[in-house]
Structures are given as C-alpha cells and as structure tokens.
C-alpha cells in the first residue's frame, strides 16, 4: 500500500505521515528533506540557487550521509523551495523517490508532488492543509516552546511567500491530485487529524 502525503509548509503533514507509517507499519520518506539537503549544500558552497544547471548537479550528486545535520530549520526549508523550482533538480529525484515508493509492502511518502508526480497510482492520496494564519500560529508557538524569540507577523508573511513559491511554480505545483482525500487540519489537533487520515486509508484498503 502507498499513502502520498502532499500539502503546504507547516501543516502537518510529517507528524501525521510519521504515525500513519507506525499505525501501518510502512516505512516513511520524508521527501523536503531531499530538497533541503540540496538547499543547504549549494548555499554552504556559496552556489547560486537560482541556476538550475548548478542545483541540478547538485541533486544528482545527493548522497544519504548528506540528509543528517540539522535540516528542519526554516532557513533550510526556504532554501528548499528556491531549489525545488528547477526541473533539473526535480527530475535527478524522481527515481530514488519511486524506487522508495516501490518497496515491497508499500511506503508512506510526504511533499508537494507525491500524489500527482511521483506516485500518481498511490493506493491512497492525502492532502493536509490548513490556513495560512492557522499554520503561522502553530509555527510560532513551537518556536516560541524552544524558547526562540519570533514574531507572528514574520512568520506568516514567510508561510505565505512559501505557499506561492510551491503553487506558483511550472513544474510539479503544489496542488491536490484530483482523487486525493482534503484534510483541513485549521480546526483538528493532531488526533482528529489522523483519524480523518485513517479513515480515508481504511476506505480504500
Ligand atoms: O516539506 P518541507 O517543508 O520539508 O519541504 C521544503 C520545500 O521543499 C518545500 O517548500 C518545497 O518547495 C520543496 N519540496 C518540493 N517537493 C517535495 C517536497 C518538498 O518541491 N516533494
């Protein structure tokens, strides 16, 4: 069974993605990191992001050991997207993405394009959104739980540039398959969530 997992920065598709491979027992790939392992390698190497034929070498020299460290940050997500553009980039990932997808037993995937690009035969397709403001909050309060100074009014100002960026580019947009299940998380927690998420699994096992 393949779940694909899509939707907008600060969602929370990850948590959940996480706990449907634990509930299923499938192994899980987050595919951002892919992009942000990029991202932060071209800007450590003083690389411009804005040359596809530069970020396109750098992705199919993408390498495991280069998907530690810390990449969760927002500055590596941004560089992400500024990456993610260019088809170079996208196309030196589709193989590996597939060939994870392809496991026996299935594989839990989450980004931007799983569902439409990478497996468009995906048993089951969710796409986990949530309102700009409701997506702005939660970032802010988990920075501010880190004990991080921020401010509300930044960060959903960078939520929002991101969400442009994703939908707005020419290849592989953010957007929901046709056949994939919305799951508006701006009024569930995290266990609303993922019963809604188990739902729509269980439906077409
Ligand atoms: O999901 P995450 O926030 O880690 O992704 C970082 C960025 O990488 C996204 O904003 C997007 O630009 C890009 N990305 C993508 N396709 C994917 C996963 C991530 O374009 N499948």
């Given at each position: 069974?393949?779940?694909?997992?899509?939707?907008?920065?600060?969602?929370?598709?990850?948590?959940?993605?996480?706990?449907?491979?634990?509930?299923?027992?499938?192994?899980?790939?987050?595919?951002?990191?892919?992009?942000?392992?990029?991202?932060?390698?071209?800007?450590?190497?003083?690389?411009?992001?804005?040359?596809?034929?530069?970020?396109?070498?750098?992705?199919?020299?993408?390498?495991?050991?280069?998907?530690?460290?810390?990449?969760?940050?927002?500055?590596a997500?941004?560089?992400a997207?500024?990456?993610?553009?260019?088809p170079?980039?996208?196309?030196?990932l589709?193989?590996f993405?597939?060939?994870?997808?392809?496991?026996?037993?299935?594989a839990?995937?989450?980004?931007?394009?799983?569902?439409?690009?990478?497996?468009?035969?995906?048993?089951?397709?969710?796409?986990?959104?949530?309102?700009?403001?409701?997506?702005?909050?939660?970032?802010?309060?988990?920075?501010?739980?880190k004990?991080?100074?921020?401010?509300y009014?930044?960060?959903?100002?960078?939520?929002?540039?991101?969400?442009?960026?994703?939908?707005?580019?020419?290849?592989?947009?953010?957007?929901?398959?046709?056949?994939?299940?919305?799951?508006?998380?701006?009024?569930?927690?995290?266990?609303?969530?993922?019963?809604?998420?188990?739902?729509?699994?269980?439906?077409?096992?």
């Amino acid at each position: 069974m393949i779940i694909a997992i899509d939707g907008p920065a600060a969602a929370g598709k990850g948590t959940l993605a996480e706990r449907l491979a634990a509930h299923y027992g499938l192994p899980y790939l987050d595919t951002g990191l892919l992009y942000r392992a990029i991202g932060r390698r071209m800007a450590d190497a003083g690389a411009d992001l804005d040359d596809p034929a530069a970020a396109g070498a750098f992705a199919r020299a993408l390498a495991p050991e280069h998907l530690g460290g810390d990449l969760r940050g927002r500055e590596a997500g941004d560089l992400a997207s500024r990456v993610a553009v260019h088809p170079p980039v996208r196309e030196a990932l589709v193989a590996f993405q597939r060939a994870f997808a392809a496991r026996p037993g299935g594989a839990v995937l989450d980004g931007r394009d799983i569902g439409t690009v990478i497996c468009p035969d995906a048993d089951v397709k969710l796409y986990v959104t949530a309102s700009a403001e409701v997506r702005a909050r939660r970032r802010t309060d988990e920075l501010l739980a880190k004990g991080r100074a921020v401010d509300y009014d930044r960060i959903l100002a960078e939520v929002r540039e991101r969400d442009a960026r994703d939908s707005g580019r020419v290849v592989a947009p953010l957007r929901p398959a046709d056949d994939a299940v919305v799951i508006d998380t701006s009024d569930l927690d995290r266990d609303g969530a993922f019963a809604a998420a188990c739902a729509a699994v269980d439906a077409r096992r």
